[in-house]
């Protein structure tokens, strides 16, 4: 049968789309929109259910939930006690031990489940007595710390719970939210009627008849077949067996689910609840009903017996229609986008959503991902899990998370450039980049031009070299300003652009006449047109001999760079930069190509944006940078943002070292004032005043941080791993082993843990296996917690391969175990802390005392035994008594010469540093060297 969408079988049915999601989702299916595609036995299921419940056909049920949940939360309060009644008994049914199970959908609704309390984690067993339910055991999570999110009643809660069997109209998510605040400190046992699912497309569901453990990626169940298998057979037991890993990567108050998705089994640890649903079929939650209390169900306090408005309820409504139904509570999306940048880990994606890492973890977890909560994700792994949780996420760029702190303050760029009304816009003067091959005389022109303005008789002249500079033009009876970019070259000018600072209007591309186009020719052209900035073509040394200016117009044509002597639309000027000879040609033809390909414009009667073109800390006058005015004007004492640094301009310094009291567009000059140094390239705004601008600059340094942990990375690799053990870096080899069964990981992991290392000095962890290849989500692990990633029959996908690459993650393949095990004990033996033993290098025997005001006492000595080494530590032995020790030979002469070695049987010179030294004593001499290990 072909899927249907839920609209259609929603249409078919007659109900609206939203009640047969809200069905659905109470009924553990993981439908997030109308037009998800859902399979035959759900589809089957879901009209079974509407044909045993035909009243629910054309009902509204979302509509009912604020009342109803307050009549619960009434009878919730009333009914505390008996609340955990009912459920104790399923829990103690063999085969009930998951009561424990989260399950949000279902506990909301029926949030006393007995199973909460203290469900036994060994199925086969009955429940424990711990297990037994108590009064009040809806607040099971107090006693076990898990049951947040409520148990779910099991098959084996329908001894206890009859009452359910009763037809009940079905509690919708916000029914079943509402009876969850309700009824969080209060418990009425209200066992409700349940089915367990059908191995259907439920992956969290206990029982999707896969449920046998095996070595899937959970690190926390402390059975997961190989563990627990190897503890049973005694394989591999002792002292070096690590524990799984890192109880912190679990949520704490979410209960482990039996069963992965796929199939992925892990019992439950003692204290953890655990749920099956055996059997299939849908159920109702309706714990709102009849006092039907969901205490606790998602863990949430409902701040006591205050009365809520109806939008907290709402939101809380809204909130609370968990896609899990394994106890873990994270608000739905239903399609809402969520912008997380680059890099980002759970803890940020959480944050976002105003969900609890820990859940997030939970639910990548049953996806088969495993991540910790300050990890950073991929974007696949962002999309998957923003589609289980109907999220549409999209990942943000470093300028994208800027844009968005800055429109968190009201200023929009983009906007504010879009908005401008035409009329307020005046011409500004272009902003100049010099482009060209080495030496053809980009440096030289630049001067020139700047000594051209000078000669105009500017006050003071250009004196300052701020980084750029603004020079001078009669056009016409009109004196023009150009703006130049001192420092020449493209890397310069995309290194700025890199940063987001397209600052150059128009590119002077400088090649000598005597060389023509040369490789770096081509490059500047080609980052120039990348930038869409305009060539004006400077052919220079046209005053050497070998100048040939009309070989470099016919060589740029083939460039896309055609003269218009040659019909085509680039201005090319000869030049000598050296006689400054057609200086004043070049700048009219840069304002002639700017004021027709470009016509700069700006408002300068608005707060100043630019951007920093130089940073520096000066002595004296402390971070100074040039800032060259883009938009609006800057004026002393306005307060800025440059990047991550803010302050307030103190001083404004212009190329003439001149102070300015404002900059307009195009404008570049000195900014004193900033409290830290920010990059060459970020942003300057002027905000509202010193707070915002603080605020805004702590929030791009909080995100750089965030974007600057995430990229941290540890590295470490089988080879290397001595050396960091000797640095004291590591004393422990993670490992993460992905194979190709469970089998083969376990008989693997089981060898590696027999591997004899010593005493302990060494430990080997393996931090994570699974079965399958090696994912990015490994590498990521393997990133973050400095492990070597071992695959046993399987391999990794390309883009893995690289990703592993670029982290320096280390990741070996192997077919045979031998082969393995050979390499991760040869890695640990290497890797033992090394032993260190003194040996005895040389003896001198002191024949003559020299005294010297500057060296001290050198004693003249004459080497009886072995050599004596500069550098080598040493002792003075009188009369076979240690008079000095932890002395070293500070030098060693043999004549007037400094020697580095002296062998036996030769004089020599030497001084200890220790005056006290006689004839006759001896100088023994030792090095400390590492003891090979056997
Ligand atoms: N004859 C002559 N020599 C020039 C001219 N312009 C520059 N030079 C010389 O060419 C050499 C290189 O000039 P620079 O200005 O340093 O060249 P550049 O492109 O800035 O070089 P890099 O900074 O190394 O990329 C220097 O020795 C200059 O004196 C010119 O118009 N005529």
Same mark, same amino acid.
């Given at each position: 049968m072909a899927k249907v969408r839920v609209h259609e079988l929603a249409k078919e049915i007659g109900v609206t789309s939203r009640k047969l999601l809200d069905v659905l989702k109470e009924n553990g299916e993981f439908v997030?929109?109308?037009s998800s595609s859902i399979?035959? $036995?759900v589809v089957r299921k879901a009209r079974e259910y509407f044909e045993k419940h035909p009243e629910e056909i054309d009902s509204a049920p979302a509509k009912k939930p604020a009342k109803k949940a307050k009549s619960a939360s009434a009878g919730a309060k009333k009914e505390q006690t008996p609340a955990a009644k009912p459920a104790a008994k399923p829990a103690a049914k063999p085969g009930a031990a998951g009561a424990g199970t989260a399950d949000a959908d279902e506990s909301a609704a029926q949030p006393a489940k007995p199973g909460q309390t203290s469900a036994v984690p060994r199925p086969p067993k009955p429940a424990q007595p711990k297990g037994k339910p108590t009064p009040g055991a809806g607040g099971g999570k107090q006693e076990t710390g898990q049951a947040d999110s409520g148990a779910k009643p099991t098959p084996a809660a329908k001894p206890g719970g009859k009452p359910a069997d009763r037809p009940r109209p079905i509690a919708t998510p916000g029914e079943a939210a509402a009876s969850a605040r309700a009824a969080r400190e209060a418990a009425p046992p209200r066992p409700q009627r349940r089915r367990g699912p059908r191995p259907g497309n439920s992956p969290f569901a206990s029982k999707q008849g896969m449920g046998r453990p095996r070595p899937g990626n959970s690190p926390f169940a402390p059975r997961q077949g190989m563990r627990q298998d190897q503890a049973d057979t005694g394989r591999g037991g002792g002292q070096r067996r690590r524990p799984r890993p890192t109880p912190s990567m679990m949520p704490d108050q979410a209960p482990q689910p039996e069963s992965q998705r796929g199939g992925r089994g892990g019992r439950q640890r003692p204290g953890g609840g655990q749920g099956q649903r055996p059997g299939g079929g849908f159920v109702r939650s309706g714990g709102k009903a009849r006092g039907g209390s969901t205490a606790g169900a998602f863990g949430r306090r409902t701040g006591g017996g205050r009365r809520k408005s109806r939008r907290a309820k709402r939101q809380e409504f809204e909130e609370q229609q968990s !896609?899990?139904?394994a106890g873990v509570q994270v608000p739905r999306g239903n399609g809402a986008e969520v912008r997380v940048r680059a890099g980002s880990s759970i803890a940020d994606f959480a944050e976002r959503i105003n969900a609890d890492p820990a859940a997030l973890i939970t639910v990548l977890f049953r996806m088969g991902e495993m991540a910790t909560a300050n990890q950073s994700l991929d974007e696949d792994t962002f999309q998957l899990l923003g589609a289980e949780l109907g999220y549409e996420i999209k990942i943000m760029s470093a300028e994208d998370e800027d844009r968005e702190i800055l429109e968190a303050f009201d200023i929009d760029l983009e906007a504010e450039r879009a908005d401008e009304d035409p009329e307020d816009l005046n011409e500004r003067p272009p902003v100049v980049t010099v482009m060209g091959h080495v030496d053809h005389g980009k440096t030289a022109l630049l001067d020139a031009i700047r000594n051209a303005d000078v000669g105009r008789g500017e006050a003071g002249g250009i004196t300052q070299n701020i980084g750029a500079y603004q020079t001078h033009v009669d056009v016409e009876g009109e004196r023009r300003a150009i703006t130049f970019i001192d420092t020449p070259g493209h890397e310069a000018f995309t290194q700025m652009r890199a940063r987001g600072a397209d600052v150059t209007d128009v590119a002077i591309l400088v090649v000598a006449a005597n060389d023509g186009v040369m490789p770096q020719t081509v490059e500047a052209i080609n980052h120039a047109q990348a930038a869409n900035v305009p060539i004006v073509v400077a052919v220079n040394k046209i005053d050497l001999d070998g100048a040939n200016p009309q070989k470099v117009r016919s060589q740029l044509t083939e460039y896309g760079l055609v003269a218009e002597d040659y019909g085509g639309d680039v201005a090319f000027v000869d030049v000598s930069a050296k006689k400054r000879t057609n200086i004043e040609d070049l700048l009219e033809t840069v304002l002639a190509t700017s004021d027709i390909l &470009? +016509? $700069?414009?700006? =408002? !300068?009667?608005? $707060?100043? *944006? @630019? &951007?920093?073109? +130089?940073a520096k800390l000066e002595h004296g006058r402390g971070s100074v940078i040039t800032a060259l005015i883009q938009d609006g004007t800057l004026r002393v004492g306005d307060s800025i943002v440059v990047g991550t640094a803010y302050g307030r301009v103190r001083a404004m310094i212009d190329e003439h070292g001149e102070n300015v009291e404002e900059a307009e567009p195009s404008r570049p000059v000195q900014v004193l004032g900033l409290t830290s140094i920010p990059g060459a390239g970020d942003q300057l705004i002027v905000a509202e005043d010193d707070r915002t601008? *603080? /605020?805004i600059a702590e929030r791009r340094e909080a995100a750089k941080r965030a974007a600057t942990l995430a990229k941290r990375r540890k590295r470490i690799s089988l080879e290397d791993f001595t050396s960091a053990i000797e640095q004291g870096k590591v +004393? %422990?080899? =993670?490992?993460?082993?992905? @194979?190709?069964?469970?089998g083969s990981v376990e008989a693997l992991e089981s060898s590696l843990l027999e591997i004899e290392v010593g005493q302990g000095e060494v430990e080997l962890n393996v931090i994570h296996r @699974? &079965? @399958?290849?090696? %994912? /990015?989500?490994? &590498?990521?692990?393997?990133?973050v917690d400095n492990a070597v990633i071992i695959g046993f029959n399987v391999r990794s996908a390309e883009r893995v391969q690289e990703l592993a690459d670029e982290e320096g993650v280390e990741m070996k393949f192997y077919n045979v175990i031998f082969d393995v095990t050979d390499d991760v004990e040869a890695a640990l033996k290497g890797k033992l802390k090394p032993i260190y033993e003194d040996v005895e290098v040389g003896t001198a025997e002191i024949l003559q005392i020299f005294r010297s005001g500057k060296f001290g006492n050198i004693a003249g000595s004459i080497v009886r035994k072995g050599t004596i080494n500069r550098g080598h530590k040493a002792r003075v032995v009188r009369d076979g008594v240690v008079v000095a020790s932890d002395l070293e030979i500070q030098s060693l002469r043999r004549e007037k010469d400094d020697v580095s070695v002296v062998r036996e049987g030769f004089e020599c010179g030497i001084t200890l540093g220790f005056n006290d030294i006689r004839e006759g004593d001896l100088i023994e001499t030792w090095e400390t060297r590492e003891k090979a290990r056997d």
């Open positions: 997030s929109s109308a399979e035959a $036995p !896609p899990m139904t &470009v +016509e $700069p414009k700006a =408002n !300068p009667d608005k $707060p100043a *944006r @630019g &951007v920093a073109i +130089e601008a *603080r /605020q +004393e %422990t080899l =993670n490992l993460i082993i992905k @194979g190709d069964s469970s @699974g &079965v @399958g290849p090696v %994912t /990015q989500s490994d &590498v990521d692990l393997a990133t």
